[in-house]
């Protein structure tokens, strides 16, 4: 037995497909078919069996994964150890962005991170929040920067920087021309381009509700870069982080400030505790941090 085995097992457990388990790991299918077939080997039992929608658990695969799960911790602790004995941190490192995070703002940091520690490899990922907070509660993650609340209580956040969710809108149009802030009652009447279940589609809905009117929805995306895009084309108006919003001049798009009060966002850097961070996890979380924080934000000269 050994750790490759583990790692697939807990990764067709997870994604209850060996296909997509084996383009996670970076392995060929067969490749991972045989590590699964000597780990059973090895125990004696079945642990998967395939089945039409994928691949399912069988009784002796459900007790045998947590113990599979803890065994994987204990490593990563183990190595986390050793590796703060480490001067000069090196090896890999995996993050997981928010999309508007991982457009606008790490490109400018892993380009100053890289100068400072050449040695370490960043490896980089985009995802939805549910996504990328499960991805770091089963290890596959080191870090991930993610909007508050968290649904995982287990987990450790570090809060970033806090901002207002702005509206969006094409180019000349009327609530860009009231050149003030606005309600977001004064935009509900507008065709909407919305990420189903955040924060923004949440006020804009509340808005409407006020207004008395039902939400004018023009396109459903699942990320705020694709919002912004359909924007630009005239398809309707957003609610978007500010971080996006700062190079609007040279986009096809207008920023209308909301007003007081208005819906905001709080990001925040997460991870599973100190103790299962490698000394180059840590050089990154560091680095994270105090580049934020001596910008006071994520500002355009971040770093």
């Known amino acids: 037995m050994n750790t490759e085995q583990l790692k697939a097992f807990v990764q067709v457990a997870r994604e209850g497909r060996l296909t997509v388990a084996a383009k996670q790991l970076g392995v060929s299918q067969p490749g991972l078919s045989r590590q699964l077939q000597a780990l059973e080997a090895e125990l004696g039992v079945k642990l998967l069996v395939r089945a039409p929608g994928g691949v399912v658990m069988t009784d002796a695969g459900e007790r045998f994964l947590p113990h599979a799960r803890r065994a994987l911790d204990a490593?990563?602790?183990?190595?986390?150890?050793?590796?703060?004995?480490?001067?000069?941190?090196?090896?890999?490192?995996?993050?997981?962005?928010?999309?508007?995070?991982?457009?606008?703002?790490?490109?400018?940091?892993?380009?100053?991170?890289?100068?400072?520690?050449?040695?370490?490899?960043?490896?980089?990922?985009?995802?939805?929040?549910?996504?990328?907070?499960?991805?770091?509660?089963?290890?596959?993650?080191?870090?991930?920067?993610?909007?508050?609340?968290?649904?995982?209580?287990?987990?450790?956040?570090?809060?970033?920087?806090?901002?207002?969710?702005?509206?969006?809108?094409?180019?000349?149009?009327?609530?860009?021309?009231l050149k003030r802030p606005v309600e977001l009652t004064e935009a509900v009447e507008e065709p909407l381009v919305v990420i189903p279940g955040m924060a923004g589609t949440y006020a804009l809905e509340a808005a409407c509700e006020a207004r008395g009117v039902k939400p004018r929805v023009a396109v459903e995306m699942d990320n705020a870069e694709g919002m912004r895009r359909m924007v630009e084309r005239g398809l309707g108006v957003a609610l978007l982080p500010e971080l996006m919003a700062r190079d609007h001049?040279?986009?096809?798009?207008?920023?209308?400030?909301?007003?007081?009060?208005?819906?905001r966002r709080q990001v925040a850097l997460v991870h599973r505790g100190e103790e299962y961070l490698t000394a180059a996890a840590r050089a990154l979380k560091t680095f994270i941090v105090d580049s934020l924080r001596q910008a006071k934000g994520p500002s355009a000269n971040t770093v």
């Open 75 to 177: 490593l990563t602790v183990g190595t986390a150890e050793l590796g703060a004995l480490t001067t000069t941190p090196r090896g890999t490192v995996s993050l997981g962005t928010l999309h508007s995070v991982g457009t606008y703002l790490l490109p400018q940091l892993v380009r100053a991170f890289k100068g400072r520690y050449p040695e370490v490899l960043p490896r980089l990922s985009e995802g939805t929040h549910d996504v990328l907070e499960a991805r770091v509660t089963s290890g596959e993650l080191d870090l991930c920067i993610v909007s508050l609340p968290l649904k995982r209580l287990d987990l450790v956040a570090q809060k970033l920087w806090e901002e207002a969710l702005v509206l969006a809108v094409p180019r000349g149009h009327r609530l860009a021309k």
């Open 249 to 263: 001049a040279a986009r096809g798009f207008d920023v209308v400030e909301v007003k007081k009060g208005g819906p």
